[in-house]
T-cell receptor, first 111, second 113 residues
């Protein structure tokens, strides 16, 4: 079973920030939080990951709570091309830990 | 940019026939994953390889599914015999430290009729 809980769907207006929450209350100390997205009919695409500090790259920002039990993926200026299913995953990458997906959040960016 | 290659992209097969999918990971990636994704659901891990060894195949239906990665490079996933419920997208991904993210191929869309 997936170790994360995400809302099944969210809407966002084009140009606005999209904030996608993820609950991972049973996360272990050596597990990272990863985010992927899947645009229709394509393979999942890596977005960002983090352990406990907030992270930012050219695609998104990742905010992890101090207790590490939840996180938020932020797309600062959503575009129509950001419409996709977003998956939050927890894993310990250096332990050859497997990578298991839940159902994800379907984000729809509207004009 | 290096990519995970999968073939075929689409496959239609009749029930009870054998079918095989091929994956060529990014060069140098030691970890390879096979996933099955039913429409509307998240990808389900079927098998994970580290080099040529199976690390996890607990979710692989071993009565009909098999996977191999003989030389620790490319991999084949086989279904024999195919059933209607096997219709899905089959995804391959690879990763290798120190880069910890996994890269996915475009997948093989299987339709069993």
């Amino acid at each position: 079973d997936a170790k994360t809980t995400q809302p099944p769907s969210m809407d966002c207006a084009e140009g606005r920030a999209a904030n996608l929450p993820c609950n991972h209350s049973t996360i272990s100390g050596n597990e990272y939080v990863y985010w992927y997205r899947q645009i229709h009919s394509q393979g999942p695409q890596y977005i960002i990951h983090g352990l406990k500090n907030n992270e930012t790259n050219e695609m998104a920002s990742l905010i992890i709570t101090e207790d590490r039990k939840s996180s938020t993926l932020i797309l600062p200026h959503a575009t129509l091309r950001d419409t996709a299913v977003y998956y939050c995953i927890v894993r310990a990458p250096y332990n050859n830990n497997d990578m298991r997906f839940g159902a994800g959040t379907r984000l729809t960016v509207k004009p | 940019e290096a990519e995970v290659a999968q073939s075929p992209r689409y496959k239609i097969t009749e029930k009870s026939q054998a079918v095989a999918f091929w994956c060529d990971p990014i060069s140098g990636h030691a970890t390879l994953y096979w996933y099955r994704q039913i429409l509307g659901q998240g990808p389900e891990l079927l098998v994970q390889f580290q080099d040529e060894s199976v690390v996890d195949d607990s979710q692989l239906p071993k009565d009909r599914f098999s996977a191999e990665r003989l030389k620790g490079v490319d991999s084949t996933l086989k279904i024999q015999p195919a059933e209607l419920g096997d219709s899905a997208m089959y995804l391959c991904a690879s990763s290798s430290p120190p880069s910890t993210e996994a890269f996915f191929g475009q997948g093989t869309r299987l339709t069993v009729v």
